[in-house]
């Protein structure tokens, strides 16, 4: 397992490496000038230049785009802010922690729902709680979060004034943006965990275990929901991708200053090294998103696991099973 991790991570460098030759190149040949935008409109055609030269704007792409990639893969620089000229590399580790709390609150919420809202939809197959659950998670898949997110501002900061509208002065700012963060999460599990328990709830290892004696809640839990963890691991992956790229919306409806209202304000402002910077950390968070779904096959599928096994264990494994046969 030790050795697939760290092939796995050894792979993620050319991805990551060619993710950040694409957004410098799209930054490079995007049309606009920051210079100008810094220097102001009044500014003259000399003025912008000094200003171009004292960003570094001024010279060839094939340098710049070296130095790029020299700073931020060997000295773990990634810059300085045009218009604040404070380094990004210390606004990114500000920044992180706090759209790491909304996407993993998200993502807490949504498996703590969701998973259990679609087995017991399974469970009840048919019946009329089953439907409204089905009708309750299509209807959350169909929702927009900045939507949901001004809907729970307005009913509970405007009309209840029960928790902050924005900012973070307090941990109850981070409840709204998690919750409607959650709602799309909570209805895609749903409705995976509720597929994915009525193809496995039929199965004859499952009438086997309930001819055993077992309680339907052992039976339920114990037998068919790890047999369905699969499609349902699958969805968490990529809810938790959907909860860092989504937090570019949240993050802006709720004032909340993460990694995603930091990238949104420098694209409006042609913030070249944050842009950058953003891009490349949201990729080596989704790099790692997957490296950890990957894992989570291997932890509840023992095939997949023996897979990842090194050599050594799997002849060790064909031996003892070969002493068993004889």
Do not use: C
Request: net charge positive; hydrophobic share 55%.
């Amino acid at each position: 397992m030790g050795r697939y991790v760290l092939k796995r991570l050894v792979l993620m460098i050319p991805v990551i490496l060619a993710v950040a030759v694409l957004i410098f190149s799209i930054m490079y040949f995007v049309p606009g000038n920051p210079a100008s935008l810094i220097a102001g409109s009044d500014a003259t055609a000399e003025e912008i230049a000094i200003k171009e030269h004292e960003l570094g704007l001024d010279r060839p792409y094939l340098v710049r785009l070296l130095e790029f990639l020299r700073n931020m893969f060997l000295k773990f620089d990634f810059g300085r802010s045009y218009w604040t000229n404070k380094s990004v590399t210390e606004e990114m580790v500000q920044r992180l922690p706090r759209t790491a709390i909304l996407a993993g609150g998200a993502m807490i919420i949504a498996v703590l729902v969701g998973i259990p809202l679609g087995v017991f939809a399974a469970v009840h197959e048919g019946t009329l709680l089953d439907r409204v659950t089905v009708l309750l998670a299509v209807i959350g898949v169909s929702l927009p979060t900045f939507w949901l997110g001004m809907l729970l501002v307005l009913l509970f900061s405007l009309k209840l004034g029960l928790l902050p509208a924005s900012g973070m002065k307090t941990w109850k700012a981070f409840i709204l943006p998690i919750v409607a963060q959650s709602l799309g999460g909570i209805s895609q599990l749903t409705r995976q965990s509720r597929s994915s328990m009525l193809e496995v709830i039929r199965a004859d290892f499952v009438t086997t275990a309930r001819a055993k004696g077992l309680t339907e809640r052992a039976v339920i839990y114990g037998h068919a929901l790890p047999n369905a963890m699969l499609p349902i691991i699958s969805v968490l992956g990529g809810n938790l991708a959907n909860s860092l790229g989504g937090s570019l919306v949240i993050e802006q409806v709720f004032a909340i200053p993460g990694i995603g209202m930091y990238m949104i304000t420098a694209v409006n402002n042609r913030d070249y090294p944050i842009v950058q910077a953003s891009v490349v950390i949201i990729s080596i968070l989704f790099s790692l998103v997957v490296l950890l779904t990957d894992l989570a096959y291997a932890a509840v599928d023992p095939l997949i696991r023996a897979q990842f096994a090194g050599p050594a264990k799997k002849v060790k494994k064909e031996e003892s099973e070969a002493t068993s046969n004889a």
